[in-house]
C-alpha cells in the first residue's frame, strides 16, 4: 500500500494529538516496511506549525514527504485548491488525517480519489464549547463535520470518544468507526534510561510530591486541583509539594494569579512545557499522578504515569476509568473533599501507595503501540 500520514501536530511542541500520531508512525515505520509512506508535515488550513516544513527526520526506505509549505498562507492556498490535493494524492491508496481538519470536498464525485482514513480525538469542543476558544471550536467542528461526510474510515481513540463521536454525528455508519488505544510513549526501555529531574531544587532532595500533568486549560481543572490541595493541607496534610507540568493553554490568564493567591503557593510549582526526558523522572518519582480533568479523548498522561509505576488519582469522567480500571482512583471532578482525602490517604499509607502503583502498572501493559500498529494496519488494508 502506498500511505499519505499526517504529521502536522508532531513538533517540538506536541501535545496529546501529537504523540499519538508520532507514535504511531513511529511503530508503522520499524514493522511496515511492505509499505510506502508520504509523511505530510503540513495537513490543512487548520493547524500549521512552520517549523514541520523542514522536518524529514524518519529515514526509512519507502518514505517521502509531502509539500514543504512554510507558512500558514502557502498551506491555506494549497490545501484549499482540490485540483492541487487530487494531484498530490494520484497514487495513494489511503490518506489517514491526525489533526481534525478534513478537505471539505473530498468526495466530490471522484471514486479514483484515495480511501480517507480520520482519527476522533475528542468531541470537548462539542460538549462543552464554554473551554475553547471560538475559533478552535469552529475549526475543530468543521473539520469532523466535513469528516463525517466525507471519510470512509474512523479511528476513536477511546470507546467514550468513539460513543460521543456517534451521538454527534447519527449519519455515520458505526461499523466504520474503529476503537484503536493509544499507549505511552515510555513503554520502551530506551526512553526510562534518558530520564532526568527538571532543573529545580525541590528535585534534588528526594522528597515526594504531588504531579499534574497537562495543557493549563479550563477542562484539565487546574483550578480546582489547587483548591483540593489547598483544602488538604488546611486539614494538617503532610507539606508535600504540588508540582504543575504542562504549556499554557488558553481561557487560563488568570491562572497565576489565583496560584500566588493560594496560602500554600510557596509549595506550589509550576513547570510549564518539559522534556520527555524530565516527564519521564516525573511520573517515576511522584508521589501521585493526579488527573482530576472534566474531559478527555483518552489521556496519555494517566497511562505514561501508570507505567512507570505512578499511583494514580483521577476523574471519573468519560475515557479515564477504560484506562485507570480498578488499578487508581477514580473521583468526581468537583468532588473536593474525596480528592482532600485521596492525598490524605497516598502522602501515609506506604502499604496502599505499593499495592496501587503495582497495580498501575500491570493495568498500562494491556496497552501497546505494537497492538494499535496491528490495529491500524488492519484498517488500512479493508479501507484500501
Not at 54 to 61: G, L, M, T, V, W
Not at 315 to 338: F, K, M, Q, R, Y
Not at 348 to 376: G, N, P, T
Amino acid at each position: 500500500m502506498k500511505i499519505a500520514f499526517d504529521i502536522s501536530q508532531t513538533g517540538n511542541s506536541k501535545a496529546g494529538c501529537g504523540f499519538y500520531a508520532a507514535s504511531l508512525i513511529d511503530e508503522l515505520l520499524k514493522s511496515a516496511s511492505e509499505h510506502d509512506f508520504m509523511l505530510l508535515t503540513s495537513f490543512g488550513d487548520f493547524f500549521h506549525d512552520p517549523a514541520m516544513a523542514s522536518s524529514s527526520a524518519r529515514y526509512y526506505d519507502g518514505v517521502s514527504y509531502g509539500p514543504s509549505l512554510k507558512s500558514r498562507s502557502r498551506a491555506e492556498f494549497f490545501w484549499r485548491n482540490p485540483e492541487q490535493v487530487a494531484c498530490l494524492f494520484e497514487d495513494i491508496d489511503v490518506v489517514h488525517a491526525n489533526n481534525f481538519w478534513c478537505p471539505p470536498t473530498w468526495g466530490n464525485g471522484n471514486e479514483a480519489r484515495p480511501s480517507l482514513v480520520y482519527t476522533v480525538y475528542d468531541l470537548s469542543f462539542a460538549e462543552h464549547p464554554e473551554w475553547t476558544t471560538e475559533a478552535n471550536r469552529l475549526g475543530c467542528f468543521n473539520g469532523m463535520f466535513n469528516a463525517s461526510l466525507h471519510a470512509d474510515w474512523f479511528v476513536a481513540i477511546s470507546e467514550a470518544t468513539r460513543q460521543c463521536f456517534l451521538h454527534h454525528f447519527p449519519h455515520v455508519d458505526p461499523s466504520r468507526v474503529r476503537l484503536i488505544y493509544p499507549a505511552s510513549r515510555f513503554d520502551r526501555d530506551d526512553n526510562r534510561m534518558l530520564a532526568k529531574p527538571p532543573t529545580h531544587h525541590i528535585f534534588r532532595t528526594g522528597d515526594p510530591f504531588f504531579l499534574s500533568v497537562g495543557t493549563i486549560e479550563p477542562r484539565k481543572n487546574q483550578h480546582f486541583l489547587v483548591k483540593a490541595y489547598g483544602r488538604y493541607r488546611e486539614a494538617g496534610g503532610l507539606p508535600i509539594p504540588l508540582v504543575l507540568a504542562g504549556g499554557k493553554g488558553w481561557l487560563m490568564e488568570d491562572f497565576n494569579a489565583y496560584l500566588s493567591s493560594s496560602p500554600w503557593s510557596k509549595d506550589i510549582l509550576l513547570l510549564g512545557y518539559v522534556s520527555e526526558a524530565e516527564l519521564a523522572w516525573l511520573y517515576t518519582h511522584c508521589r501521585a499522578n493526579l488527573y482530576p480533568s472534566h474531559y478527555e479523548g483518552f489521556g496519555l498522561p494517566v497511562l505514561e504515569g501508570m507505567g512507570m509505576g505512578a499511583v494514580t488519582i483521577a476523574s471519573n469522567l468519560t475515557s479515564l476509568p477504560e484506562i485507570v480500571g480498578d488499578a487508581g482512583l477514580l473521583l468526581g471532578s468537583s468532588d473536593l473533599e474525596g480528592w482532600a482525602e485521596a492525598l490524605s490517604r497516598v502522602s501515609k499509607d506506604e502499604q496502599f501507595v505499593r499495592q496501587l502503583s503495582v497495580a498501575a502498572k500491570v493495568r498500562s501493559s494491556f496497552f501497546s503501540w505494537a497492538a494499535s500498529k496491528d490495529s491500524l494496519l488492519s484498517l488500512y488494508e479493508q479501507a484500501a
